[in-house]
């Protein structure tokens, strides 16, 4: 179990609401109040879905990244923070090797499946991938079948993490499922490992991302954005650093409302402008794996040897294979050098904003941010027109340290180092231009950088 997850036994002689109250507080802070009435509704739909007994809660949390993005499945720098919008799944052990699970958001109909050696996946898009995913990694890592539970996940809005927003819902669901597996198991999980395995559980659901969400989803600490260096060292075990959040911003959160749908496609296509890039450049350089092994090398040596549009089929033909990808057709068109470009520039500004953020030089990082986000615009053309006129509403206020889009892109939110003075302005600009600007409505939340997943308590119901 990570050092930062917070384990609470169930103490039967306690007062319960008192003690789950002092639990909320330790994760939520002030918060913890209309938490609970979150946490007592999930309980109360729990025991009308099961019955009567005990039951374990698990919670894992969504995230943003401050910087460093589309590069960890380059084996690059990323720099994510946790929100304090959550998973919460609801679980009892089962003996019959029946895993069922229940949704409070009604268009989650129930599912079940079976434990077993090899668990087969339901068809794309179907919500129980997500929990037959870690089941099938965990029964390979433990050479045995895990336990099987009923489940109930509770991640209606506000308290939970906004789909297809870019923040992360996906992984948070994979992360409590897995944690939840892990416990019944009885595997005391270490970080890397469980990242690795809840990584694994998402190729299991399509998509080739890679592991800064489940890292910052396991090991977040409260105030702190994670340094995560995604290439493993020779042991498999990654560089994490806690980095604290300056002191007098908040970091804003603008959800644009639109949301990315079937963008796996588009995903994928990134993934292989990237394998592309290094295929390409393998013929100069025949060590390398990842871009990140170019990272020291001068880009105008390495943008010679990178076309600007090349098609799979032209690359195959070319003797380059792009290995496993699903969805990337043979004449998608991959935009090599422009994408390569945003990973090796991307990666340089995660390290400057480390050095700004370590020199406390608040409007340095703020100028990165803005930099990463036109690169994510123009070089890896992951942005919407939204997300464009929320960066540029967020940076007509005074002070503001920066603006860009946060996550995989096509939609979701934009973030913003807002000075604390100013939050109250700078939401009601903001709100006021963006629906003058796209006759849409943003939601506009603080991150308030919250705790890792893990076990919250046991209680009776
Ligand atoms: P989101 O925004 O949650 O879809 C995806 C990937 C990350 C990372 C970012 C882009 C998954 C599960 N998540 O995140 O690994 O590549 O895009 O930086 O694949």
Redesign the pocket.
Known sequence: MSASAKIFQHNRGSNPVAQLLGELTEIYGSGAATQMVRYRAALDAFRAAYGPGPVHLFRAP??V?LI??????NHGY?LPVALDRDVLLLARPRSDGQVRLANVEGDFTPRSFAVSDAIPSAVAGDWSNYARGPAQELTRLLGAPVPAFDGLVSAAPPFGVPRG???????AL?VAMAVAFAHFADWKWKGAEMARLC?DA?WYVG????????FIALLAERGHALFLDCRPDSAGNFRTRPIPLPAGYRLLVMDSGVR?TN?RNE?NQRVAACRAGVALLRREMPGITHLRDVENAEWTLLEAQLPEEVSVAQLRAGGVELGDLPNVPDDAPLRVRACCRHVWTENRRVLETLDALGSNDIPRVGSLLDDAHTSAAEDYR?STPELDALTVAARQIDGVAGARL????WG?CVISLVPEAQVDEFATHVGRVYSRETGREATIFPCSAGPGAGLVTAVDV
């Open positions: 969504g995230r990244n460093g993005e589309h590069t960890d499945y990323v927003a870019g923040v992360s819902s996906s992984s994979t990584s998402e998509t080739r991302g890679g592991i800064m969400d489940q990315h963008t995903f992951i946060t996550g995989a892109g979701g």
